[in-house]
């Protein structure tokens, strides 16, 4: 994940808020990081944004769509 993306998220899920993103647990190069064990409940809480629920998308080209 970039540093914009973690930026973005921390910004607008803040610490406290409804869906807040996971606290860092590690510093790279000054950088807030997350071990590798916490892969998991970072993609969960992706998962869980507002709007990625069932129907939320475009259908893909390959879906039949018209």
Do not use: C, N
Not at 1 to 30: C, L
């Amino acid at each position: 994940m970039s540093r914009h993306a973690v930026h973005k998220w921390r910004s607008r899920y803040p610490a406290g808020s409804a869906h807040s993103f996971p606290e860092p647990d590690v510093e790279v190069d000054g950088a807030p990081g997350w071990a590798a064990a916490r892969s998991d409940e970072i993609a969960q809480w992706r998962e869980g944004l507002p709007g990625r629920e069932a129907g939320g998308a475009a259908p893909s080209p390959s879906a039949g769509g018209t």
